[in-house]
């Protein structure tokens, strides 16, 4: 990170099933395998290109350490947003689902890396991936969700509060994901 990120942690109670609304010409998928990772580490180069507070690129054996390699990981819980036009083969958008605490003592689980590629933004996109893991996090029976983000990525902020996220005011157990 570069600057002096002021860190927002946020959460949402979940009170009802959460509904999962249609993009047209888009639809979800979970993480295929290895063959995924690529795409993956070229859509965050590309959804946080311009951010104010960038982030570094991460090698294929970070997004191991940081996703596939942790307690919580499952292919089931890395979803991407494609385009169903075969002509595009790039991703529009992916969130992970991950979770705090460790296997002996789960904590919450937490939005993970959403990013939605920067041609493709204000579709609806952002909202649909944040909907999908609501409703993974509902079937599982949890029923709050959290995240940590930067005052500084304005639409991230913008995009959690429209759907009911609320800014912790303690500072958090601190847990690692
Ligand atoms: C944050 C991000 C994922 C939003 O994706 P998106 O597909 O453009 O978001 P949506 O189209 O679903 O937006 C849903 C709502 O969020 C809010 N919102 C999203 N982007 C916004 C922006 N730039 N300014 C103001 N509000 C915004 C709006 O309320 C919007 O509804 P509306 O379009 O009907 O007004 C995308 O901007 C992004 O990838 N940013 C860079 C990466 C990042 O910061 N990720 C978050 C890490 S914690």
Redesign the pocket.
Known sequence: MRGMPSVLQMRKNLVVPPSVAKVAGVRVRAFSGEVDIEPWLELRRR??AR?RVGVREWTAEEFRQELSGRWWWSQQRLWFADSIDPARHSPL?AIACAQRGSAAEPGPPA?H????DPA?????????LLAVLERHCWELGLREVC????AE????V??YR??GYEEVISAGDGSRF
């Open positions: 959804a946080f951010a958008g939005v890396w959403l990013m939605v493709a933004r204000r579709q609806g996109i952002g909202r649909l995240l940590e983000t930067h990525w304005r639409a991230a913008a995009l429209a759907t």
